[in-house]
């Protein structure tokens, strides 16, 4: 319940302070007294949408803060605790608007965000008048407020998921279609680039190893002929054999020279080991060298090849074998799509089945909340003084999306045999307030804690149509707050509570007032909104009996 609301500096607002009690409150008062400025500064708060402009001419900056009182098992203590804050009794917001257009939220003292304010908002105010702002008169919005009525919450969010789940699937089949279809178009291409590479099974690696080859065999050729002279020069034929010559020539001649050969002779003995040791050295290098022509030839081939595939499919030639592994696997993929797009298929099928239950279900729970409504509207309409009008919910069935297969308009028929419309567009002012009450009624009955405002949803009506408004949110506050922004006497009449909002002009200067009302303020009041600015003894009289009842 909305305890209170203090207004600093909004508009023509300088310092206002107001107790709401339970029950039905009353706010009358000339029109452009400011009645607007007191809801848009209490919608400030709540972090409504309003107006840019709220900073009163010559402050600083504005600032509202409103209280409310709290049942532990209120719906805002959860949205309390979503974001962070302690369960309490009392909720206190208070926001400011400085000159330059910043605003600064604040619950129960702590800094707060807009999207936490517009959340509790929803569970504390419910604000209606007769241009409504919830989208009663707009269709569109005519299948959300009847799930609302019906508590389909759950079975919305099944069909919601049921939808998602479908969407999924079909955006699976459709991207395995169109991969498959990029796929067949090139199969010719895929089957005979892995033929071609399977065929030549290049190893990474192999391109570096090729190379080198090649490159020492055709050295070889040019360095083995320098290779076998130098192993001649140094065989039998040529300095192994001179040597051993020499050997034997001075062995035979050492037994005459009195030891003088023996230096000689050893090193001679040692210069042919080591002439042994380098011939056997070229003998290792010369089979080495040794290799048919074919085997170049081979390796070229082989070589030139690996490197045209590599260009021709545009990757390195260390890259190929990796290169046909991947179009092996489209390959894969492109014989294995028949059993894949089979089982995809399956899948959207069943996803389909599951969403058209799903819609179903909501549907059939639609229609039964449809006529709930319906009789709660009759049942609404009596008391207003329009027991004769036809309020219908119609279902019609739309293409399917995430909350179902169903179009919801609310339409009405003011006259037995009259044609229904939509409600703007069938009822006059008068009827449309009373249509909006009664709607308004039907749909809030199952809040709890909320505090309703109606700003005025008593224009275009009068004389007894008025008391029979009057009545009503009179009974509608008897379990809730009402707070109700009026020009009609019979209205202002049935309140428990009544304040008067005034404006004053000083030292030229506007400024606009809420002033309670006792008892005998009360009667020139309501006298005053029966007569205009004279008031009468007549019309107090008439103003005492509106408010004997």
Avoid at 22 to 29: A, S
Avoid at 67 to 94: K, Y
Avoid at 301 to 318: G, N, Q, S, T
Avoid at 341 to 347: E, N, Q, V
Wanted: net charge negative; aromatic share 4%; charged share 30%.
């Amino acid at each position: 319940m909305l305890r209170g609301l203090d207004i600093r500096d909004m508009l023509i607002i300088d310092r206002l302070e107001l107790a709401f009690q339970p029950g039905l409150n009353v706010l009358t008062g000339e029109t452009g007294a400011g009645k607007s400025i007191l809801l848009d500064s209490l919608g400030f708060v709540l972090g409504w949408r309003g107006r840019a402009e709220l900073v009163r001419a010559g402050a600083e900056q504005g600032e509202v803060t409103a209280w409310f009182d709290l049942a532990d098992d209120h719906p805002a203590q959860t949205v309390l605790e979503t974001a962070g804050w302690s369960r309490s009794d009392e909720l206190i917001l208070r926001r400011v608007n400085t000159r330059d257009g910043r605003k600064t939220a604040y619950v129960n003292d702590r800094r707060a965000s807009g999207e936490v304010l517009r959340a509790l908002s929803e569970t504390l105010v419910e604000l209606h008048g007769q241009h409504d702002d919830r989208g009663l008169l707009n269709p569109r919005g005519h299948r959300l407020l009847l799930d609302e009525f019906g508590n389909l919450a759950n079975r919305i969010d099944a069909t919601r998921k049921a939808w998602r789940a479908l969407s999924e699937a079909r955006r699976k089949l459709a991207a395995l279609e169109a991969h498959l279809a990029e796929l067949a178009a090139e199969e010719d291409f895929l089957r005979h680039a892995v033929a071609e590479l399977d065929a030549l099974a290049p190893e990474p690696g192999e391109d570096e190893k090729l190379d080198a080859l090649r490159r020492l065999m055709q050295g070889a050729e040019k360095i083995r002929e320098d290779i076998a002279k130098a192993h001649e020069a140094l065989g039998l034929q040529g300095a192994e054999g001179r040597m051993g010559d020499a050997l034997r020539w001075l062995e035979g001649a050492s037994t005459q020279a009195e030891g003088q050969l023996d230096a000689p002779i050893a090193a001679l003995e040692r210069a042919l080991v080591e002439l042994g040791e380098a011939s056997t050295g070229i003998d290792t290098v010369l089979d080495g060298l040794a290799f048919n022509p074919s085997e170049l030839e081979d390796a070229e081939e082989r070589l030139f090849a690996i490197r045209a595939l590599a260009r021709k499919h545009d990757v390195l030639p260390d890259e190929l074998n990796a290169f046909a592994e991947g179009l092996r696997q489209r390959l894969a993929t492109l014989d294995a799509s028949t059993g894949d797009l089979s089982d995809m298929k399956i899948a959207v099928q069943s996803a389909e089945k599951a969403y058209e239950t799903a819609a179903q279900t909501v549907s059939q729970a639609r229609r039964q909340a449809a006529q709930k409504l319906d009789s709660a509207m009759a049942a609404e309409l009596a008391p207003l003084k329009m027991e004769r009008a036809v309020f219908t919910t119609t279902i019609t069935e739309t293409d399917p999306g995430p909350d179902g297969i169903d179009a919801v308009a609310f339409t009405v028929a003011t006259n037995p045999g009259a044609p229904s419309g939509a409600l703007n567009k069938i009822a006059s002012g008068g009827e449309l307030s009373r249509f909006l009450l009664a709607l308004k009624v039907c749909l809030t009955k199952s809040a709890s804690g909320l505090t309703m405002i109606f700003d005025e949803i008593d224009r275009g009506v009068g004389g007894a149509t008025a008391d029979a408004v009057g009545r009503r949110l009179a009974a509608l506050a008897d379990d809730a707050q009402v707070l109700v922004v009026t020009h009609s006497p019979q209205v202002a009449a049935l309140g428990g509570h009544h304040w008067r909002v005034e404006k004053r002009v000083e030292k030229d200067m506007t400024t606009s007032t809420v002033v309670p009302l006792t008892d005998p303020d009360r009667v020139d009041e309501i006298a005053r909104m029966l007569s205009g600015d004279t008031i009468t003894d007549e019309a107090r009289g008439a103003a005492r009996a509106l408010l004997a009842g």
